[in-house]
């Protein structure tokens, strides 16, 4: 009786860390795609997931607490066994039975759980769901101490989680983009270009924009010819227009405006599209096609202008590979 005991003690604890190993693995492989789509369907498991998954500070605290139990549970398994169950010698028992339990544990508890989960993280996840979150509801008294200190530590070290989230997600993404493009449900320039706005799209609009410093620009109130000139000697579509009192700028006007054009002087000029510096590009360019303009003059903090971002500039970046 003692020995079965000891026998189911031991597989508990097996069980425990097989599950707590697999699911860490199971995690960073996952495709959140499909958890967002289960938990919007009414899954609860996949919604449980999806919460987790978007909190990775508490998961790993919660596995890494697991874990130190499941491993105390079956230290204390081979420790009933050497000391309770006839085997033999007790000292050399106690020597030899560790020895000979390690490789076991290290198998069916880490190796093989982790290669499982990371073939098939959703399925398995899925499957251990309901024990996982069991754990997790028991475990929080503990591991919500954890949670709080990483994110204190965060918070003190100036750790950013969310880049490293971002990151993963753009892992994920590629994985999708990848497959639809093997299955045929992509083109390659479909794909391309949908990486390229991943890629680019998240960063500032100012890195791919000109200085003001630089813009070919005339005083409104200038000579048409003189305009015309200019955009033919520097090839720009467009001239940016400064107010020759202030030097503010007023706006821009289309060499091709100006060709069609009978008046003699730039009398007016279309208003740029005023941004902040550190917009994403996506959400200028969204901006710009919205407003329908194709300049935007970028601004600082303290509202001084600092560069304009031309349409087809923007453009540029995302459509090189397509």
């Not at 709080?148 to 969310?162: A, C």
């Not at 096609?289 to 303290?302: C, F, M």
Request: proline share 6%; hydrophobic share 50%.
């Amino acid at each position: 009786m003692i020995a079965l005991g000891i026998l189911l003690l031991f597989g508990a604890g097996l069980l425990l860390s097989a599950l707590f190993s697999g699911s860490e693995t199971g995690f960073y492989r996952v495709n959140r795609v499909r958890l967002v789509l289960d938990s919007r369907s009414g899954d609860r498991i996949a919604r449980a997931l999806l919460y987790l998954s978007n909190r990775p500070t508490l998961f790993v605290a919660t596995v890494l607490v697991g874990n130190n139990i499941a491993n105390n549970v079956t230290a204390m398994a081979v420790v009933l066994a050497a000391t309770h169950v006839p085997l033999g010698d007790s000292a050399v028992v106690e020597s030899i039975l560790p020895i000979v339990v390690s490789p076991i544990v290290f198998i069916y508890g880490e190796l093989l759980p982790k290669y499982l989960f990371y073939l098939a993280p959703n399925r398995l996840l899925k499957i251990g769901a309901p024990l996982f979150l069991l754990c997790a509801v028991v475990l929080l008294p503990i591991s919500g101490v954890l949670w709080v200190l990483g994110q204190l530590l965060q918070s003190l070290l100036g750790q950013t989680p969310l880049r490293v989230a971002l990151r993963v997600a753009r892992t994920e993404l590629a994985q999708i983009l990848r497959e639809g493009q093997d299955v045929g449900i992509l083109e390659p320039t479909q794909r391309a270009f949908t990486q390229a706005i991943v890629e680019v799209g998240p960063q500032s609009v100012q890195r791919f924009s000109t200085p003001v410093t630089r813009l070919v620009s005339v005083p409104l109130g200038a000579s048409t010819s003189d305009c015309l000139e200019l955009a033919r000697r520097h090839r720009s579509p467009r001239i940016a227009v400064r107010d020759p009192e202030s030097g503010d700028w007023v706006g821009y006007v289309r060499a091709i405006d100006l060709r069609l054009s009978s008046a003699e002087r730039v009398e007016a000029a279309e208003p740029f599209l005023e941004l902040p510096q550190d917009l994403p590009v996506v959400q200028a360019l969204a901006q710009l096609r919205r407003s329908q303009k194709e300049w935007a003059l970028l601004r600082d903090s303290s509202g001084k202008a600092v560069a304009a971002a031309d349409l087809h500039q923007l453009l540029a970046p995302l459509l090189k590979n397509t």
